[in-house]
């Protein structure tokens, strides 16, 4: 089963990646974008048929490597075609 994860800072945290975006896009006439923020996408196969265990073994894998649980929040995503 397919899972994916997207990682981004905590809102709190300053964001210089996103910062520097959204000046270079400034840059280059996007004058309607607000702010940037810039995350992780990880898209992991899981060895199972059960969504909710592939969602356990995902969480597992944020709170133990994938994420920093200190400056990060994750959302887990299992798609319709899984």
């Given amino acids: 089963m397919q899972v994916e994860i997207v990682i981004t800072l905590r809102e709190s945290i300053l ?48 709170e133990k490597l994938l994420a920093n649980m200190v400056m990060e929040n994750y959302e887990i995503r299992i798609p319709d075609n899984a």
Avoid: M, W, Y
């Avoid at 959204?22 to 059960?50: C, M, P, W, Y």
């Fill in 15 to 62: 964001d210089p990646k996103g910062k520097a975006s959204h000046h270079a896009l400034e840059n280059l006439g996007f004058k309607d974008i607000s702010s940037v923020r810039i995350g992780k996408f990880v898209q992991l196969d899981v060895d199972t048929d059960n969504p909710e265990e592939a969602r356990k073994i995902a969480e597992q894998a944020c």
